[in-house]
T-cell receptor, first 113, second 112 residues
Framework: AQSVTQPDIHITVSEGASLELRCNYS??????LFWYVQSPGQGLQLLLK??????LVQGIKGFEAEFKRSQSSFNLRKPSVHWSDAAEYFC???????????FGKGTTLSVSS | NAGVTQTPKFRVLKTGQSMTLLCAQD?????MYWYRQDPGMGLRLIHY???????AKGEVPDGYNVSRLKKQNFLLGLESAAPSQTSVYFC???????????FGPGTRLTVT
């Protein structure tokens, strides 16, 4: 069965420091992968997606993610974190039928000054 | 262009009461979804619809019913609310294949 694991429940990063959020997936074929962000009290906003092609994908708000098939990973990165990046981040994979997204349990990012 | 909207935003129910959550989208999407979000659990799919007049069960369908009478609307019903249904409910929509979903702002439901 498909699944998504986000190993880190909570991460704290200093403002201006770099960020990497980890995501591992379980899927037999080429996965369709997503990162979403949820600010407090808000819905989910799509940051970026990977369908095929270049394994380094760029998203909104200065985020990028790298797909590594050999490691079954799709880690999210940002070179310099801003206080406004404090939020919850979800990694997701589309199911084989294309009828649902399977989400990880999320990583909460706190930004310290 | 409002995207995906949900009503109500907040609701408190007593155990055994019923209610309906409304989701509306103006993007002409074929697919629509209902998720619930609980602390430490991520989002879990309750029901989904791949077109007007069709619905299907997701991962956690028990205790919920849905209807998709119009393409732009997807209703989630709780016939007899239970405290275990206290959650934040999100609606989403997408083009066919569901590969990029757009989410509503959520409904926070408390069942006492």
């Amino acid at each position: 069965a498909q699944s998504v694991t986000q190993p880190d429940i909570h991460i704290t990063v200093s403002e201006g420091a770099s960020l990497e959020l980890r995501c591992n997936y379980s899927y037999g074929a080429t996965p369709y992968l997503f990162w979403y962000v949820q600010s407090p009290g808000q819905g989910l906003q799509l940051l970026l997606k990977y369908f095929s092609g270049d394994t380094l994908v760029q998203g909104i708000k200065g985020f990028e993610a790298e797909f590594k098939r050999s490691q079954s990973s799709f880690n999210l990165r940002k070179p310099s974190v801003h206080w406004s990046d404090a939020a919850e981040y979800f990694c997701a994979v589309a199911n084989q039928a294309g009828t649902a997204l399977i989400f990880g349990k999320g990583t909460t990012l706190s930004v310290s000054s | 262009n409002a995207g995906v909207t949900q009503t109500p935003k907040f609701r408190v129910l007593k155990t055994g009461q019923s209610m309906t959550l409304l989701c509306a989208q103006d993007m002409n999407h074929e697919y629509m979804y209902w998720y619930r979000q609980d602390p430490g659990m991520g989002l879990r799919l309750i029901h989904y619809s791949v077109g007007e007049g069709t619905t299907a069960k997701g991962e956690v369908p028990d205790g919920y019913n849905v209807s998709r009478l119009k393409k732009q609307n997807f209703l989630l019903g709780l016939e007899s609310a239970a405290p275990s249904q206290t959650s934040v409910y999100f609606c989403a929509s997408s083009y066919p294949t569901g590969y990029e979903q757009y989410f509503g702002p959520g409904t926070r439901l408390t069942v006492t």
